[in-house]
């Protein structure tokens, strides 16, 4: 299984970025998917997750009302839209794949992708 994370960059605080992350190679007939972030120095921490169906919807507090999870199971791709962007959002985006299991700890996770960088500049 291959998750290909894309569509970091920098972006100015309050300005917006969307992220998507491809999956292919070995199918499953349902699965979970979540978004993690990390920054310097800092550990991987929850950002969102959402179940096969597109319900099952999780937030990280920090995230709440700011960000979306999103998918689309024809075309294998989640989505993170992430709207007023703060400089603390700043971390190396990560997504990953639970083929069992459904959660906010990064245990619970499969598969992982390689990660996009997102920089908010003040």
């Known amino acids: 299984v291959q998750l290909q994370a894309s569509g970091g960059g920098l972006v100015q605080a309050g300005g917006s970025l969307r992220l998507s992350c491809a999956v292919s190679?070995?199918?499953?007939?349902?699965?979970?998917m979540g978004w993690f972030r990390q920054a310097p120095g800092k550990g991987r921490e929850f950002v969102a997750a959402?179940?096969?169906?597109?319900?099952?919807?999780n937030y990280a507090d920090s995230v709440k009302g700011r960000f979306t999870i999103s998918r689309d199971n024809v075309k294998n791709t989640v989505y993170l839209q992430m709207n007023s962007l703060k400089p603390e959002d700043t971390a190396v985006y990560y997504c990953?794949?639970?083929?069992?299991?459904?959660?906010?700890?990064?245990?619970?996770?499969?598969?992982w992708g390689q990660g996009t960088q997102v920089t908010v500049s003040s």
């Open positions: 190679g070995r199918t499953f007939s349902s699965y979970a």
């Open positions: 959402i179940g096969w169906t597109g319900g099952r919807l």
């Open positions: 990953a794949l639970g083929v069992k299991n459904y959660g906010r700890s990064w245990h619970q996770y499969d598969y």
